[in-house]
């Protein structure tokens, strides 16, 4: 079974719009990390936000929300007020176990398109 | 500064080639990585050191050899290159503890073998 699911390939939204990028994981362990990642054309990856399994609260980062709903196994991304400069690739990925040595698992990825 | 340095960006070369590829950090993290990027975008991981010692290591063909000389220093060098390497390779690093940072990437290396 996939670790982490991404099922959008492409998405479209228009500027100043709100947009949810979704992602569902699977995992039996307890503790874990779910990371959002945006990689531009330019090519770099880009941390964005990041929710522990044991967060009580939905992170935050400025523009970008993560919706985590434990028992559904989602972490979807959800940006606000969308800007030309978020057309991007965006990477839901899941850490199993607590420590950043445990090995990352990336999603195939959402492409976003934001129009002017 | 650059946190995660690679070079090359770009590696254009034949079959049957080898070639290595750099990577340094410079944020004192413990422990580094070695991504691979197919032309779909999944990215898989391939290696991860430690402090200088290997820790993860994927199923990945034995023409791949990392080398960690020190924690800064993470390299990859591949052995009779085959069409099928081809690929955006990123180094990445972290702290080996508990972070909310993830990982630090570099900003990878286009190979393409002809």
């Known amino acids: 079974a996939q670790k982490i699911t991404q099922t959008q390939p492409g998405m479209f939204v228009q500027e100043k719009e709100a947009v949810t990028l979704d992602c569902t994981y699977d995992?039996?362990?307890?503790?874990?990390?779910l990371f959002w990642y945006k990689q531009p054309s330019s090519g770099e990856m880009i941390f964005l936000i990041y929710?522990?399994?044991?967060?009580?609260q939905n992170a935050t980062e400025g523009r970008y929300s993560l919706n985590f709903q434990k028992a559904r196994k989602s972490a979807n991304l959800v940006i606000s007020a969308s800007q030309l400069g978020d057309s991007a690739m965006y990477f839901c990925?899941?850490?199993?176990?607590?420590?950043?040595?445990?090995?990352?698992?990336f999603g195939s990825g959402t492409k976003l398109n934001v129009k002017p | 500064d650059t946190a995660v340095s690679q070079t090359p960006k770009y590696l254009v070369t034949q079959m049957g080639n080898d070639k290595s590829i750099k990577c340094e950090q410079n944020?004192?993290?413990?422990?580094m990585y070695w991504y691979k990027q197919d032309s779909k975008k999944f990215l898989k991981i391939m290696f991860s050191?430690?402090?200088?010692?290997?820790?993860i290591n994927e199923t990945v063909p034995n023409r791949f050899s990392p080398k960690s000389p020190d924690k800064a220093h993470l390299n990859l060098h591949i052995n009779s290159l085959e069409l099928g390497d081809s690929a955006v390779y990123f180094c990445?690093?972290?702290?080996?503890?508990?972070?909310?940072?993830?990982?630090?990437f570099g900003s990878g290396t286009r190979l393409t073998v002809v």
């Open positions: 990445a690093s972290s702290q080996a503890g508990w972070s909310n940072y993830g990982y630090t």
């Open positions: 050191y430690n402090n200088k010692e290997l820790i």
């Open positions: 944020l004192g993290h413990d422990t």
């Open positions: 990925a899941m850490r199993e176990g607590a420590y950043n040595f445990n090995k990352f698992y």
């Open positions: 929710q522990g399994s044991y967060d009580q």
């Open positions: 995992t039996s362990d307890p503790s874990y990390g």
